[in-house]
């Protein structure tokens, strides 16, 4: 079987699409994020961070902030198999906000904010 430049297109068409569509991002948060994260770091004990498909909620002693998402981007990571996400979500005053931090699959999954790198959240289950 020959292989000529119509099976180049495609592959080329195809990668193309992968870039674009990695770059341009989703509106809605991915599987491995959904659910709710907490941490057992003693600054942050009492605030739960919760994602589903379409919305972003954080909870603390202060009250409940739902948020929905405008759009999730997902980059690699300066370690393998880390991602990094960019979340922009709009809080209840219209504002849109970044929620920046690094996925890692590991073990049920853990998060790491950008701010915070020593401080892992784990999702409940």
Do not use: Q
């Not at 809605?28 to 961070?49: F, H, R, Y």
């Not at 990094?84 to 709009?90: A, E, G």
């Amino acid at each position: 079987m020959r292989h000529g430049k119509p099976t180049a297109l495609l592959i080329s068409a195809v990668v193309a699409a992968a870039l674009l569509a990695c770059c341009t991002g989703s509106s809605t948060a991915p599987d491995a994020l959904i659910g709710v994260w907490t941490t057992d770091a003693e600054e942050s004990a009492d605030v739960s961070i919760e994602f589903s498909r379409d919305r972003l909620v954080i909870s603390s002693d202060t009250g409940v902030f739902e948020n929905s998402i405008e759009k999730v981007k997902a980059e690699k990571g300066d370690v393998p198999g880390v991602v990094l996400y960019n979340v922009y979500y709009l809080d209840r005053d219209g504002e849109t906000n970044l929620m920046s931090f690094f996925y890692a699959p590991e073990e049920g999954g853990a998060i790491c904010f950008k701010s915070e790198r020593d401080v892992e959240w784990k999702k409940r289950h």
